[in-house]
Structures are given as C-alpha cells and as structure tokens.
C-alpha cells in the first residue's frame, strides 16, 4: 500500500499543515475538502480576532514549506479569522496545489472489502473512501491512512439544556432568528435596534456579549440579555489576568464590564426549553422575548461517516478515549492539558487518526498549536519515526479558570469541580435574580 496517498479530510489549519508534515516526510498527502475553498469554516467567523498569537497559529513544516516561496512568518499580533486565512491558510493551500481537492464530501470510510464486522486480513487492506463531488459524482479512493482533521464546526450544539434541540428551535433556525455564530458589528443590520439573546458561557459566547455590545453603542434601541445556565461564580467570565493567553483572559473581561456596565442583562439558571420565534423559554418557565437568539454552546464532531471504522472514544466527549480523561471538564477542570500525539490518538482501526478540533469530541479547551502538534506527531509516526511520534515538542498555556462540572451544570452550585477545590463567588458582581420573570 506504499503507493496509496494518505487521506486527510479538512482543508482546515490542521488538515493543512498535516499535508505539510507528509510532503517533508517523503509521503504523499491528498486532502479532501466539501468547501470550495481552504479553510471554508475559517472564512465564516472571518471577524473574529484570535486569542492565540501569530507565532501560535503556524505550523512549523508549513512555514518551511512556504519559504522558498518567498513568504515570511507574522512574527507579532493577533489576527482575525479572515487575515489567519489570507496570509497564512490559503498560500499555504496554494503552496499544496493539486494535493489539495475542493468540492469533495467523503461520505463513508472503510476497509477495501471489509466492513465493520470482518477480523480476517483487515489491516492489510487499504483504506476506502466515498466521496461526492460538487457536482453530484460519486467516486471511491483508496488510501493507506487516513487523518480525519474535518473538525466540529458544522455540527454546533443547540440550545436546549439537555443537548437535544430545544422545541421549536430547528423550526428558528429555518426561519432567521436563531443563529449559531459570533455576530459582526461590521454588518449590524440584523441586531441594531433590536433584542437579541446570547445562550452560552464560552469564548465564543464572550466574543459574541462583545459585538453586540459594540453594536448597541452606535446604534440606540439596541439591547441584549446574556442566558448562562450555571451561577455566578470566580470563573464566568474565563481567566482574566491569570490565564496565559492574554488575549483569551481578556475576552471574559470585557464581557464581564459589560455586564457590570449594565449594557449587557445577566440571567443566570437558565435551562432553555423552548424557542418559539425568537421567544425563549426556560425549563423553570422564565421567558426572554427578542428578536435575534444567539447559540454558542459548543460543537460536537459528526462520526456518521466513520461509522465502520473500529473507534475507541470516551462515551462522554466523543474523543479518543486515551486523552478524554487528560480534557474532560467534569474531571480536569484547572484549564491545563498536556499535549497529545499518535499514541494518545491511535484507534483500534490501524493508521487511523482523529486530529483537531473533531479529536477533542465536545471538549472546549482546543487550541491550534495543540493541532500542530498533533499532526506532527500523527505523521511521524506513519512515516515510522516512532522516536520523534513519541517526543512532546509543545507545552500549553494555562487558561487560569478553574471550574469541573460542579459549576458548569448546577445552576445552583458555586463550588469548583475536579482538583481545583472551592471556587467562591465574585463579590463584584450582583446579585441576578432567578425568580420567574419576563424579558422584553
């Protein structure tokens, strides 16, 4: 099967730099991208600003692979998801040129001849990959691993507290008022002068309190409410001063001034039931009547298409089981995760690799350089260097919260989870009511 290119599904950072990685290690790479372009999911959150510096977001094989082009590495600053693309994903597509295919939905992988059932001479066969094409044409592709970096982005969680869409809320969603993205005060239109509700208590819900914020300051009438389902506690609003991503620590507090600004209500307890319209509705039967819903609880990864793949995750994350326990918020709660490679990510399915975002099932605390690291390792490791599969090149920041599943889930609780001990509430917040009240 040396003759047989890797697979790699996702043109995204990850997928990207994985190709990278196996064009230097002498093997041949073909990436599978469903967008029309690279890093498709990254063009769609294009205003938002990374909290990961420059040098952070380059792949170190990627970037010898682009020097001779004359291209030189970012050395300073935090760019947004557009200037990530522009200056960095797509010469670095470019630079991959036909290794690289657009239009390419892989819709099942197997093993040649073999389904999920049959032992006999299984890792001896190639890998088989169905894939439809922008036009409808069906082909299959025959590969001798397969990296799957196709990552979590179309697949955000819903609203409703229990991680089944909330009632009605497919039905909103067709219709324009929920969405599932960070809105952009470049393009207010759709919030200004309106009310809009923001379900979430993660980076991606702090960037979204922040636009909208910027917003209502240039456009009067405009006004927005802030649904978290857990109390008040140290850590709603992320790391602050204490995480070593400053730009990560500053997100949470800038949408905690916000809500001590009084430009931002604060509802606490909320367990989101139903969504009628834009009208939402909690498990305890509070009501917030808007105009817009804003989800961003997370994402989770699509396995359909790996569904005869021989897979070991954690029944919880949906992450390769041997590094769940090490991003398990219910578990590990202090904000820090060692680095993973190709033994943490191995399937029983052999040279078979969950990489990116999709590796860390619906864990939140993903980071780029943790994918780089990933593929460098995932890489070495086909290519049989198991010396350097096994070597850790990357030591990650803490993100100063702490906060297990006792705080993220109890809307009653303000105790700390996992093995960071009590976690008091903020003296400098208020107190937010919880008694059944109407928002309008």
């Given at each position: 099967?040396?003759?047989?290119?890797?697979?790699?599904?996702?043109?995204?950072?990850?997928?990207?730099?994985?190709?990278?990685?196996?064009?230097?290690?002498g093997?041949?790479?073909?990436?599978?991208?469903?967008?029309?372009?690279?890093?498709?999911?990254?063009?769609?959150?294009?205003?938002?600003?990374?909290f990961?510096?420059?040098?952070?977001?380059?792949?170190?094989?990627?970037?010898?692979?682009?020097?001779?082009?004359?291209?030189?590495?970012?050395?300073?600053?935090?760019?947004?998801?557009?200037?990530?693309?522009e200056?960095?994903?797509?010469p670095?597509?470019?630079?991959?040129?036909?290794?690289?295919?657009?239009?390419?939905?892989?819709?099942?992988?197997?093993?040649?001849?073999?389904?999920?059932?049959?032992?006999?001479?299984?890792?001896?066969?190639?890998?088989?990959?169905?894939?439809?094409?922008?036009?409808?044409?069906?082909?299959?592709?025959?590969?001798?691993?397969?990296?799957?970096?196709?990552?979590?982005?179309?697949?955000?969680?819903?609203?409703?507290?229990?991680?089944?869409?909330?009632?009605?809320?497919?039905?909103?969603?067709?219709?324009?008022?929920?969405?599932?993205?960070?809105?952009?005060?470049?393009?207010?239109?759709?919030y200004?002068?309106?009310?809009?509700?923001v379900?979430?208590?993660?980076?991606?819900?702090?960037?979204?309190?922040?636009?909208?914020?910027?917003?209502a300051?240039?456009?009067?009438?405009?006004?927005?409410?802030?649904?978290?389902?857990?109390?008040?506690?140290?850590?709603?609003?992320?790391?602050?001063?204490?995480?070593?991503?400053?730009?990560?620590?500053?997100?949470?507090?800038r949408?905690?001034?916000a809500?001590?600004?009084?430009?931002?209500?604060?509802?606490?307890?909320?367990?989101?039931?139903?969504?009628d319209?834009?009208?939402?509705?909690?498990?305890?039967?509070?009501?917030?009547?808007?105009?817009?819903?804003?989800?961003?609880?997370?994402?989770?990864?699509?396995?359909?298409?790996?569904?005869?793949?021989?897979?070991?995750?954690?029944?919880?994350?949906e992450?390769?089981?041997?590094?769940a326990?090490?991003?398990?918020?219910?578990?590990?709660?202090?904000?820090?995760?060692?680095?993973?490679?190709?033994?943490?990510?191995?399937?029983?399915?052999?040279?078979?690799?969950?990489?990116?975002?999709?590796?860390?099932?619906?864990?939140?605390?993903?980071?780029?350089?943790?994918?780089?690291?990933?593929?460098?390792?995932?890489?070495?490791?086909?290519?049989?260097?198991?010396?350097?599969?096994?070597?850790?090149?990357?030591?990650?920041?803490?993100?100063?919260?702490?906060?297990?599943?006792?705080?993220?889930?109890?809307?009653?609780?303000t105790?700390?989870?996992?093995?960071?001990?009590?976690?008091?509430?903020?003296?400098?917040?208020?107190?937010?009511?919880?008694?059944?009240?109407?928002?309008?």
């Amino acid at each position: 099967m040396t003759d047989l290119p890797v697979a790699v599904i996702g043109a995204g950072p990850q997928g990207l730099a994985a190709a990278a990685h196996l064009l230097e290690r002498g093997l041949t790479p073909l990436v599978l991208e469903q967008g029309g372009e690279p890093a498709a999911a990254v063009a769609e959150w294009g205003h938002v600003r990374l909290f990961s510096a420059w040098p952070e977001l380059v792949d170190k094989a990627a970037a010898r692979l682009l020097e001779p082009t004359g291209w030189e590495a970012p050395e300073k600053g935090y760019p947004t998801g557009a200037q990530w693309r522009e200056s960095y994903l797509v010469p670095l597509a470019d630079a991959l040129g036909d290794h690289v295919r657009y239009g390419a939905t892989v819709t099942g992988v197997s093993r040649k001849g073999r389904d999920r059932l049959v032992d006999a001479e299984r890792a001896e066969q190639p890998f088989v990959l169905h894939v439809t094409g922008a036009d409808g044409t069906e082909e299959r592709i025959e590969a001798r691993a397969v990296i799957d970096a196709s990552g979590t982005w179309r697949r955000p969680n819903p609203a409703g507290a229990d991680g089944l869409p909330a009632l009605g809320e497919r039905a909103a969603h067709a219709a324009g008022t929920v969405t599932y993205a960070v809105p952009d005060r470049a393009d207010a239109a759709t919030y200004a002068a309106k009310h809009t509700v923001v379900i979430g208590a993660g980076d991606s819900a702090f960037n979204a309190v922040n636009e909208l914020t910027a917003i209502a300051k240039n456009h009067p009438g405009t006004t927005i409410t802030w649904a978290i389902r857990r109390a008040v506690s140290t850590n709603t609003f992320g790391g602050g001063e204490a995480d070593e991503l400053p730009e990560r620590g500053a997100l949470g507090v800038r949408a905690k001034k916000a809500v001590q600004d009084g430009n931002v209500e604060l509802v606490t307890g909320f367990r989101t039931a139903r969504v009628d319209g834009a009208t939402v509705t909690a498990e305890d039967g509070r009501v917030i009547e808007a105009d817009q819903v804003v989800v961003l609880t997370g994402y989770r990864p699509d396995l359909g298409f790996l569904s005869e793949m021989r897979l070991d995750l954690d029944p919880t994350l949906e992450a390769p089981r041997n590094i769940a326990v090490q991003i398990d918020p219910n578990i590990h709660s202090c904000g820090s995760v060692s680095a993973t490679g190709a033994k943490d990510l191995a399937q029983p399915e052999p040279d078979l690799y969950l990489v990116g975002m999709k590796s860390y099932g619906r864990a939140p605390t993903f980071l780029a350089m943790t994918g780089y690291e990933q593929v460098r390792s995932v890489v070495a490791e086909l290519a049989g260097d198991h010396d350097a599969a096994a070597r850790v090149e990357l030591e990650l920041p803490d993100t100063g919260v702490c906060g297990g599943a006792g705080v993220f889930d109890d809307p009653d609780s303000t105790k700390g989870g996992g093995c960071c001990g009590p976690t008091a509430p903020s003296e400098e917040l208020f107190t937010i009511s919880r008694a059944p009240i109407t928002l309008s």
